[in-house]
Nanobody, 127 residues
Framework: QVQLVESGGGLVQAEGSLRLSCAASGRTFSSYAMGWFRQAPGKEREFVAAISWSGGNTYYTASAKGRFTVSRDNARNTVYLQMISLKPEDTAVYYC????????????????????WGQGTQVTVSS
């Protein structure tokens, strides 16, 4: 069982930056690939970024590439999403998710692939 708690969301102006954190419980955090998703009002939840268990591999959706960076600290059981050059269309609830996997090349990007989810943190970007 893994429990995930996101933090770091808030209100920011366009072109600003935020760093989201996702703290995981449990002793096997390093055995999980981690992902970030987001859900904007009236839209379906969508994939943003994923990182392998070791942190050695990452994968981003096109809209996040170049602006968002996913990283992890296995010693702190935490995964991060650094976001820069934020746009109003980045406004959404951001969720982290965990998928048990020790394959370094496995970077899940579909909701059904993940085993555990956090409760989400709101990010609002004003124009």
């Amino acid at each position: 069982q893994v429990q995930l708690v996101e933090s770091g969301g808030g209100l920011v102006q366009a072109e600003g930056s935020l760093r989201l954190s996702c703290a995981a419980s449990g002793r096997t955090f390093s055995s999980y690939a981690m992902g970030w998703f987001r859900q904007a009002p009236g839209k379906e939840r969508e994939f943003v970024a994923a990182i392998s268990w070791s942190g050695g591999n990452t994968y981003y959706t096109a809209s996040a590439k170049g602006r968002f960076t996913v990283s992890r600290d296995n010693a702190r059981n935490t995964v991060y999403l650094q976001m820069i050059s934020l746009k109003p269309e980045d406004t959404a609830v951001y969720y982290c998710a965990a998928k048990y996997s020790t394959y370094s090349t496995y970077l899940p990007h579909m909701e059904y692939e993940y085993d555990y989810w956090g409760q989400g943190t709101q990010v609002t970007v004003s124009s």
